[in-house]
């Protein structure tokens, strides 16, 4: 089953709105001060929460990586470590994927 289409159809739900909200605080930080916590998070939730990996491919040492992600707890208030904050925040970027795509389509 290609879940593609559930996914875009769910980004354009205004219902994913709120966890948006979860995310700000990281862009924030990476328009003030220059940094990934964005993409880091996106390349963790990618590896499937493998913080190894996820510094591999983020050309990273893992201490880094691992400083990266207290980093977004802080910053959030979040647990990655629970299932269901893992998931808000995958929600969350999801959300601005589809705001980031709205805002290039209409200038």
């Known amino acids: 089953m290609d879940i593609g289409p559930l996914l875009r ?3 354009e739900a205004t219902a994913l709105e709120p966890f948006r909200a979860l995310i700000e605080p ?3 930080h990476d328009r003030t001060r220059r940094s990934d916590l964005v993409l880091t998070l996106r390349v963790y939730f990618a590896t499937g929460g493998n913080a190894s990996e996820a510094a591999d491919r983020l050309f990273l040492h893992r201490n880094s990586m691992l400083y990266r992600l207290e980093r977004i707890q802080k910053l959030t ?3 990655l470590r ?3 904050v ?3 925040l995958q929600l969350g970027l999801l959300a601005k994927e589809r705001g980031e795509r ?3 389509e209409y200038p």
């Open 102 to 104: 709205d805002a290039t």
């Open 26 to 28: 990281l862009q924030e």
């Open 9 to 11: 159809e769910l980004a």
């Open 86 to 88: 893992a998931l808000a």
């Open 77 to 79: 208030g979040l647990d």
């Open 82 to 84: 629970d299932h269901r």
